[in-house]
């Protein structure tokens, strides 16, 4: 009987401390984003919510080349390993329409969170599908946008100075429009600055995944280059290969082969910002999420900043970043929810930005004190006002490989002219919208 | 248990293995090539687009230049690993001092998995601190930064060709001197009573002799290289522009990227059947040199 009562105790015992520990075993949320500087700056910044919310938060990153195949794969076979997600601004509309995002009206509704409070293109670019409606399917985490570093050191030497005002007739300065792009990057190519061969300028020209689309367009837009027809949608003939686009993309393909470095054939965001910390490049295109990380490593004296440059019809840059949004097959989107809560509220907007992050809120984005934070927060405004971004069409992925496989046909494999490459996106493009039923 | 019945219960567990990873995925591959479906949309419906995707490919001219250059690519890799192996073969067949040291640096390459020769020969490849441009430099006098393998235009379908090339020539080898090795001494013997000289002893007894090695090695490397797709896809990732891609990284961005799945069911028929056809013909004119 002893013997039976002791057992019976040890079990209730067993039984309660079981109880117990379930009750206090803190849920855990994943956050998928892509492995880079602002990833780790989120890592930081999410201990505070776990210090306050008691959910544990763990992270699945993974890196920009393998993001978008890996990523999109969870959500098409509606896996449970991501409850919450910053995904690419191209992915929105097949996120919203294939049900892979918990559409945000009502959360933000009931919990105060105005869109409104959030940079116009933002919202456009991380929220909304379909495009202009007031459906939301992400909260604007990380701004982002292409822009450019200079060697600060080298525009400073007073003989380059004096030689490049002699040969042009203006002042070394950070160029603002295309032409002083050209003549910049062609005064220093190839030339000798403290013993060492440098080469004009660094530009996306990747091949695999989204590099020379995400290059290009930044000089295409500038020179007219629009995606369809404004007026009546998908209407691509005369957009796509009018005579501005041609002349664009007949741009870059000059900077490519006038001024970029030998081997720079396949090349993205990583090769770019060794090339320009290797002292290779005068100026290197790249996206100012890793401007801090660079500005940090290189110091004032060698690094500035500037937006991407204008052409004869309009000033225009491509537009990166990402929304936070909550993934639809989680069973933790109470938690998730409450996260996206947490990270909303204008003071944690205010930390993520001086960790490292690329905040949205209008808050922290017109704050005086902003441009100057940082060497490069000015320009980070700036860009933001003048962002255009590729589809965000469900069929996105086929639409980039399209436009990756004739851009870097032209730019860097030399097949046929540059209205013989967009003639040809503009039919694959149609092809495309057929097959998706929307033509 | 009769012994026909034994005989069944024995081989049954290998014929579903085979049904289930073989048949099954190829009657299911023709089934999907008559659609328009896509895995990642597995839950939308999908219809039934008869021959469409066929006529689509067929009549494609992206897919004709993935066909020449992967063409080019299995024709030249070929020819060269066939040229250079049989030679190897020929000098490694000959006893000398260091032959079994000789012979295992030879095989090394081929031990290699080719996602990692792909890597390395990127990095070897690299024209600014690859030791590739620095070789031909320092023979040549050329300045290594002034040319490039992989980006170029002219270079880089050679490019894939020049490590394919280094990777499966001690194949090829391996082959031709199983070949030459089962010639039996007593017809050089023979040759040699008859007075015939080493070249006629060469053209008349060896070649003809290892020539069905040599054809068999020129069909595994021609089925293999056909479907390549691991060292170039790292090496040059079909680029520049789509000059280095073959119809296996065609196939790869039309089903894993594009999520094209019909269409490239269809490729992937098309690929198979040519590839099945001409190993077929192949094995035919094998046995007619067999036989002579």
């Given at each position: ?68 195949d890996?990523?999109l ?322 069929i996105y992925a086929t639409l980039l490989l399209d436009?990756q496989k ?22 694959d493009?149609?092809r495309d919208?057929?097959d998706a039923?929307?033509? | ?37 896509k895995a990642n ?209 065609t196939l790869k961005r039309a089903a894993f990227e594009k999520w094209q799945t019909g269409w490239s069911?269809?490729l ?25």
């Amino acid at each position: 009987m002893k013997t039976l009562s002791r057992s019976l105790c040890t079990a209730l015992l067993g039984t309660a401390l079981g109880l117990a520990g379930t009750a206090v075993q803190a849920k855990t949320l994943t956050l998928c984003w892509a492995a880079w500087d602002p990833a780790n700056a989120l890592v930081e910044l999410s201990k505070d919510f776990t210090k306050q919310s008691g959910v544990e938060m763990k992270f699945e990153f993974v890196p920009w080349t393998s993001y978008a195949d890996r990523f999109l794969n969870e959500l098409n076979s509606h896996s449970k390993l991501c409850d919450l997600i910053v995904g690419d601004s191209q992915w929105i509309g097949g996120s919203a329409e294939n049900g892979h995002y918990v559409k945000l009206n009502e959360f933000f509704d009931k919990n105060g969170i105005k869109m409104s409070d959030f940079a116009q293109p933002t919202v456009l670019g991380y929220s909304e599908w379909p495009k202009h409606s007031p459906n939301y399917w992400a909260l604007p985490a990380m701004g982002d946008a292409v822009g450019w570093t200079y060697r600060k050191d080298w525009f400073a030497k007073p003989e380059l100075r004096q030689e490049f005002k002699t040969k042009y007739g203006r002042e070394l300065a950070p160029p603002k429009t295309w032409d002083e792009f050209m003549q910049v990057a062609k005064f220093f190519q190839n030339r000798v600055i403290d013993g060492k061969k440098v080469y004009g300028a660094y530009i996306f020209t990747e091949r695999g995944s989204e590099g020379i689309t995400m290059g290009v367009t930044n000089v295409m837009y500038d020179y007219g280059f629009d995606y369809d027809n404004p007026k009546k949608p998908y209407e691509m003939n005369g957009f796509v290969n009018s005579a501005g686009a041609v002349k664009g993309l007949e741009i870059y393909k000059e900077i490519f082969k006038c001024c970029t470095a030998p081997g720079m054939t396949n090349a993205y965001m990583s090769e770019g910002l060794d090339a320009f910390k290797s002292g290779q490049v005068a100026m290197q295109m790249n996206w100012f999420a890793f401007f801090p990380g660079l500005y940090k490593a290189m110091g004032a004296d060698k690094i500035g900043f500037f937006v991407n440059p204008s052409g004869p019809d309009g000033h225009y840059t491509q537009l990166g970043g990402q929304g936070l949004s909550v993934v639809s097959y989680s069973d933790n989107r109470a938690e998730a929810l409450q996260y996206m809560k947490w990270f909303a509220q204008p003071a944690v907007q205010k930390k993520w930005w001086s960790l490292g992050g690329y905040s949205c809120l209008k808050a922290v984005l017109n704050d005086p004190s902003f441009p100057g934070s940082a060497p490069f927060a000015g320009d980070f405004l700036v860009s933001m006002n003048m962002v255009k971004d590729f589809w965000a069409e469900p069929i996105y992925a086929t639409l980039l490989l399209d436009m990756q496989k004739r851009i870097h046909d032209y730019v860097v494999a030399d097949k046929g002219s540059a209205q013989d490459a967009l003639n040809g996106l503009t039919k694959d493009w149609t092809r495309d919208f057929k097959d998706a039923g929307k033509l | 248990m009769s012994d026909r019945a034994i005989s069944w219960l024995f081989i049954s567990p290998t014929l579903l293995l085979l049904l289930a990873i073989n048949i099954f995925p190829l009657i299911w591959t023709i089934r999907m090539s008559l659609t328009n479906y896509k895995a990642n949309m597995g839950w939308m419906k999908y219809r039934s687009v008869g021959i469409d995707n066929y006529v689509d490919i067929l009549t494609d001219s992206d897919i004709w230049e993935a066909m020449q250059t992967t063409a080019h690519f299995v024709f030249w890799s070929i020819f060269i690993e066939v040229v250079l192996g049989f030679g190897l073969a020929l000098l490694i067949n000959r006893k000398f001092r260091g032959h079994s040291f000789w012979t295992t640096i030879i095989l090394l390459p081929m031990m290699l998995s080719p996602a990692v020769v792909g890597n390395f020969w990127t990095f070897l490849f690299q024209p600014q601190s690859g030791l590739f441009n620095y070789v031909v430099s320092f023979f040549s006098g050329v300045d290594p930064a002034s040319f490039q393998m992989i980006g170029d235009v002219k270079l880089a379908p050679w490019t894939i060709v020049l490590v394919d090339v280094w990777m499966w020539t001690p194949y090829v080898m391996l082959i031709c001197l199983a070949g030459l090795r089962s010639i039996p001494d007593y017809i050089y013997e023979a040759a040699e009573v008859d007075r015939a000289s080493a070249w006629r002893r060469f053209r008349s007894v060896t070649l003809p002799m290892v020539m069905p090695f040599l054809m068999l090695a020129v069909l595994f490397r021609g089925i293999e290289n056909f479907k390549m797709f691991d060292m170039v896809n790292l090496l040059t990732n079909g680029g520049p522009g789509s000059l280095t891609e073959t119809v296996s990284i065609t196939l790869k961005r039309a089903a894993f990227e594009k999520w094209q799945t019909g269409w490239s069911s269809a490729l992937a028929i098309i690929l198979f059947l040519t590839v099945f056809g001409a190993a077929n013909i192949y094995i035919k004119v094998l046995n007619k040199v067999k036989q002579r």
